[in-house]
């Protein structure tokens, strides 16, 4: 039997709405803070456009994005109003709570890793833009009580299905591909990923074609019949 399970978070232990949520919360509140006129159309366009070319170049690279990264480009796109000093925290933290405020734990989420830690050491492994988000989450859910460590691509600097992220996790965890199983719903970062460094990968996203997809309430049963690492 493994004894390590990495677990991909967004999707996978919660569920989430994945639009950025743009003119009609922060992003404009901003903008009117700053004295800016700006019409909402064009605030929802700049803030689109931030994510979008942001997320373009991360997609080429591996390279992950902060928070702080969309902000300060969103801030430049509307043409850079005085701001105070702490008003680049402020838009980020309203941000994040309005787009966390429909987040919630996947069915059966708190007790698949409750059982699984009875005999396993459970690590999330997170692509994020925060790196207080997903702990914020976990705790909020109750998942801490189960997981007790968590590595994010903001923190390690790489995103998932890079190798750097998960090489990250599995130092961190001192254990080796082998005596790991990842779960995830992303195909390419979940799955595929992991597999490239010999971990083994259970999917848990939507059923798709040749794509068997994997119930947490099955979970436990089907990583306990894992064989061990040689």
């Known amino acids: 039997m493994v004894r390590h399970v990495f ?9 989430y709405d994945p639009s950025t949520h743009p003119a009609y919360n922060a992003p404009l509140a901003f903008a009117r803070r700053a004295g800016s006129a700006i019409s909402p159309e064009a605030v929802n366009e700049h803030w689109q456009n931030t994510w979008d070319a942001l997320e373009s170049e991360a997609g080429r690279t591996g390279r992950e994005y902060s928070m702080h990264q969309v902000a300060q480009r969103y801030w430049a796109a509307i043409g850079s109003p005085p701001v105070s000093g702490d008003a680049i925290d402020t838009l980020i933290e309203e941000y994040l709570d309005a787009w966390t405020g429909n987040v919630r734990p996947a069915a059966a989420a708190l007790d698949c890793v409750t059982d699984l830690a009875v005999d396993h050491r459970l690590t999330i492994v997170s692509n994020t833009h925060a790196p207080a988000l997903v702990p914020r989450l976990v705790h909020r ?38 005596d790991v199983v990842f779960v995830g719903d992303n195909w390419a970062a979940d799955v595929e990923g992991p597999r490239r460094l010999g971990m083994p990968s259970i999917y848990v996203g939507g059923p798709e074609p040749a794509r068997a997809s994997t119930a947490l309430t099955e979970l436990p049963r089907i990583i306990r019949s894992l064989p061990a690492p040689p």
């Open 141 to 178: 859910f109750g998942l801490n009580s189960a997981v007790d460590m968590i590595i994010t691509s903001v923190e390690v600097g790489w995103r998932k299905p890079h190798p750097k992220i998960f090489e990250a996790a599995l130092h961190a965890r001192g254990t080796t591909a082998a």
């Open 7 to 15: 677990f991909d978070f967004f999707g996978t232990l919660v569920d």
